[in-house]
């Protein structure tokens, strides 16, 4: 194979043209990527030499990275307006590649984005009071509602066809409606997670009079 005239190389042209195949035939190969960029297979290890699964954490921060994280530790701001931003974004990001998530998900995170974008997260639940010990549960809910929501934006459109058996799921099949689906449902989901995490979080005023109890 002939030698490229430039080098186009670099971590992230791997990433991205590993998440074009994905998203394309939901997997990867080394020689897939080499052959979908025009060089050998071997020189793809001068840049990633962890292989396959250094290629999947790439894939992993290309897809996070753009995420905007600022501002998102800021008390004066309400938690549930961060959190919900938080996990929009993140779905949002997710939706962009859902075959990728298969393989996110079996990988684990070592990146610095994600692992920041988790940072934020139980910043968020320490300043809205939720207790440490029921923080990762929490963080699991959220990940089954970015994850979940990421995948079915993948959802073919009609999802299902008519069937005179079936009159509920028949009426329920509107264009319209169903158009509208995936974003209503995570709307539907992101209440239900506040409301939830509200429930766990101390009422300041009953803890106050708790503590001033004989």
Do not use: C
């Amino acid at each position: 194979m002939a030698r490229p005239k430039k080098n186009i190389l670099s971590p992230q042209i791997i990433a991205e043209t590993a998440l074009k195949l994905v998203d394309k035939g939901h997997d990867f190969t080394i020689p897939g990527i080499a052959a979908e960029l025009g060089v050998n297979p071997s020189s793809l290890y001068h840049h990633v030499n962890g292989g396959r699964a250094e290629i999947i954490k790439l894939m992993r921060r290309a897809l996070y990275e753009q995420i905007d994280l600022s501002g998102l530790t800021d008390p004066l701001l309400p938690w549930q307006v961060r959190l919900e931003y938080w996990v929009r974004s993140y779905r949002d990001a997710s939706a962009q590649v859902p075959a990728a998530l298969p393989l996110l998900v079996g990988a684990a995170v070592d990146d610095s984005v994600t692992l920041q974008m988790y940072e934020v997260l139980f910043t968020i639940l320490d300043q809205a009071g939720v207790a440490q010990g029921r923080q990762l549960a929490v963080a699991a809910m959220l990940d089954a509602i970015v994850i979940g929501s990421a995948i079915d934006a993948a959802s073919p459109d009609p999802l299902w066809s008519a069937d005179e058996e079936r009159p509920r799921l028949t009426a329920r099949a509107d264009p319209e409606a169903m158009t509208r689906r995936t974003r209503e449902g995570l709307n539907l989901a992101i209440v239900a997670a506040v409301a939830q995490i509200e429930s766990m979080v101390p009422d300041p005023g009953q803890a106050e009079a708790d503590s001033q109890r004989p």
